[in-house]
């Protein structure tokens, strides 16, 4: 005897037979559906090698790459002088500004620091001179000074008294040195010993002790200060880990120069 195909049953295969058609072409848009992209932040930097390099090399290049990585953020560094960077990174030009010492927010209101420093810099003279009368900044007085615009710290230290030159770049300050219209080259001392190396400049002596050692920071525009937190503690966990170390040891050493820039404390 024939029995009718209850209509129930029918509306529940039609649903299932719409289901399974529409499978694959889920699968291939959560294929084709890209994964979201980090956000890429851009930081001003005025450093040159060891710590930074245009092929991303650098001790801060991978330092601070991989910190930013750790705390969900892509970045991109771009070369400005010290007092541009930090006004185009105070304007929200750029997102940031990367390796300056503590308390620039007193005189840059928008930036707030990440706390946890990056490296060590070690603020020393240049000189064709073995040594000098002094260690202090008083021992400057007598001599004609060179050093780098929107370095802070050289502008908060030198005496009035002190006969400055203020260029705009590294390599203007160690050529106006090599030419004796200068005294005292002012810089870092990493940045200065691989500037020297490069541009074959002979009968320069590093003056130590250092004037001063001083912790450097990133900085973030304000608009960013809710990812401070988080690349402060991808920075300390690279130090806990022993990946700071490591990468302050490949960097420094093949140049000869005092991996003491970047102690963890």
């Given at each position: 005897m024939n ?9 529940q ?15 291939l848009?959560?294929?084709a ?16 090698p ?9 001790f801060l ?24 960077g ?7 030009l750029?997102?940031g ?29 240049f000189?064709?001179?073995a ?15 060179g ?9 908060r ?23 004796d ?24 002596h590093v003056?130590?002790?250092?004037f ?9 525009h304000k ?9 402060a503690?991808?920075?300390h ?7 700071y ?21």
């Open positions: 029995r009718r195909f209850p209509f129930f049953h029918f509306v295969l039609r649903k299932r037979i719409a289901i399974l058609s529409a499978l694959p072409l889920l699968a848009q959560c294929v559906t890209p994964a979201a992209e980090p956000q890429t932040l851009v930081l001003n930097s005025a450093s040159a060891p710590f930074a390099t245009d092929a991303g090399d650098g290049d991978i330092i601070i790459g991989e910190a930013f990585r750790r705390a969900g953020l892509g970045i991109k560094i771009v070369r400005l002088s010290g007092e541009r930090l006004k185009n990174a105070n304007d929200g750029e997102d500004e990367l390796a300056r010492i503590a308390g620039m927010e007193k005189m840059y209101p928008n930036l707030v620091m990440v706390p946890g420093k990056v490296v060590d810099y070690h603020f020393v003279a000189t064709r001179q040594k000098l009368a002094g260690t202090g900044w008083d021992s400057l007085e007598p001599m004609s000074v050093y780098l615009r929107g370095w802070k710290i050289y502008e230290s030198l005496k009035p008294a002190t006969r400055t030159t203020v260029v705009d770049t590294p390599e203007q300050l160690f050529s106006i040195l090599d030419k219209r200068i005294d005292v080259a002012l810089y870092e001392r990493s940045l200065g010993m691989a500037l020297i190396e490069k541009m074959g400049i002979k009968n320069v003056i130590e002790p250092a001063t050692e001083l912790e450097m920071f990133i900085y973030l608009k960013h200060a809710d990812k401070v937190s988080a690349v503690s991808a920075l966990d690279l130090k806990a880990e022993g990946f170390e490591r990468a302050c040891v490949k960097t420094f050493t093949p140049l000869a120069i005092p991996t003491d820039q970047c102690r963890t404390k």
